[in-house]
């Protein structure tokens, strides 16, 4: 294709009547980005859906700098406590998330505000702003996909922080970096704190208007922050961790079956997927990049760092979060745990569709992946245990008593 980072730049100035764009930094990523646009592993139609990602990404830089432009007073708005969740994807983050943020005084950032943050949400209106059902209405457009059965977000629901970025370095939450080769090498050889930088100044746009309540905290979540995990730390000295683990087999062929669930079809080498194919071996390199990171962090970091083992989020969920909270010397509420009880059985009863009753292994042996020695590295430092049968979550009112296991594969 023959696009170019001005190309996309003067498109989106076209849109949004908009010129500022703030500092230079968002060009390398966003260079990367196209280097890859009508690859050998994409499509048409995915490099149409690339390229339309990239100019939305431009437009709400652009409106985000002209509200930061316009207003100099919001650099001034303090950032509160962070509880910041990270880890594998598919290692439970996402269920954690949800969990975190059922405290009365925690706030997680929603789908809608962080792809639609401009104008900012005034608290007022913030459950009833038309962009949720403008948002929600392009997520609906997924129904009956694999994304529904195993990672499904509503407009109101709380959202990963690469939705949020607006300096093209989490288009589509990252997904696409199996199909984009360039792009995928720049995010994995490039320091990113310049991204999280400008994320702090996205969060103080969001909470402008909509302040938190005192003594309030933020609870975010980025499973691909796994890998810049110190980045994120330096960005954000206020955030504590908590790290989901879960067997690193189950984290990955969970991910490897989304992935190819989701990208596939607009995928132009269908052999990139085959077991043991081309995609296996980038996903295998991002996960070692993860486990890497997370254990360099947690040896190294000087913040509260929390391990949170996915069996027992998913056993004993309201256990699992008190202690986190506590562990983060944070106050416990006396009704969190029937927050937690009322949410868990509106998703089994049918607010979140079931997950697949099996997932392929894509050519893998469970303890052969296992002994591999940045995974077992990992495994044993942060006592990671092999999860025989998989979990895919708790039954309402019988936490640990009853779970759903893929009993056909695996």
């Not at 009365?104 to 929603?110: D, G, S, T």
């Not at 992935?259 to 596939?264: S, V």
């Not at 292994?361 to 990671?384: E, K, N």
Request: overall charge neutral; charged content about 20%; glycine content about 6%.
């Amino acid at each position: 294709m023959t696009d170019s980072v001005q190309s996309l730049k003067a498109q989106a100035v076209e849109i949004t009547g908009l010129s500022d764009f703030g500092s230079p930094w968002f060009e390398a990523p966003l260079g990367a980005w196209l280097a890859d646009l009508g690859g050998p592993l994409q499509t048409s139609a995915a490099a149409h859906l690339f390229k339309r990602l990239a100019v939305t990404n431009l437009c709400r830089r652009l409106e985000v700098m002209d509200w930061l432009h316009r207003h100099p007073e919001i650099d001034d708005v303090e950032i509160p406590p962070i509880l910041y969740i990270t880890g594998l994807e598919r290692s439970g983050t996402t269920f954690l998330h949800n969990l975190l943020a059922l405290h009365p005084l925690a706030r997680a950032l929603l789908r809608w505000e962080l792809m639609r943050p401009a104008p900012p949400p005034k608290s007022m209106t913030y459950r009833t702003d038309p962009r949720i059902a403008q948002v929600q209405a392009a997520v609906d457009r997924q129904r009956g996909t694999p994304l529904e059965h195993m990672h499904w977000v509503n407009a109101d629901d709380p959202e990963e922080c690469t939705w949020g970025a607006i300096d093209c370095t989490g288009l589509m939450g990252r997904a696409p970096m199996m199909m984009t080769p360039t792009w995928n090498r720049w995010l994995a050889t490039h320091d990113l704190t310049p991204s999280f930088v400008e994320y702090r100044r996205l969060i103080k746009l969001l909470i402008w208007r909509n302040p938190l309540p005192p003594g309030g905290h933020l609870v975010l979540k980025s499973p691909q922050n796994s890998r810049n995990i110190g980045h994120f730390a330096a960005a954000f000295p206020e955030a504590k961790f908590a790290l989901t683990h879960r067997d690193p087999f189950r984290a990955f062929t969970s991910v490897c079956a989304l992935l190819e669930g989701t990208l596939g079809p607009i995928c132009a080498d269908q052999e990139f997927w085959r077991s043991g194919g081309p995609g296996m071996e980038v996903a295998t390199l991002a996960a070692y990049r993860a486990l890497s990171c997370m254990v360099a962090h947690d040896q190294g970091s000087l913040s509260k760092v929390v391990s949170v083992a996915y069996p027992r989020l998913v056993q004993t969920p309201a256990e699992v979060v008190a202690e986190i909270y506590r562990a983060c010397d944070m106050e416990v509420p006396a009704d969190l745990a029937a927050r937690i009880e009322t949410f868990t059985t509106a998703q089994a009863s049918g607010k979140r569709a079931s997950p697949p009753t099996a997932l392929p292994t894509f050519g893998q042996d469970h303890a052969a992946f296992l002994a591999r020695p940045p995974i077992a590295a990992y495994c044993s430092h942060f006592q990671v245990e092999p999860e025989t049968t998989r979990l895919t979550g708790a039954q309402p009112g019988v936490h640990g008593a009853a779970w759903q296991v893929d009993q056909t594969r695996g």
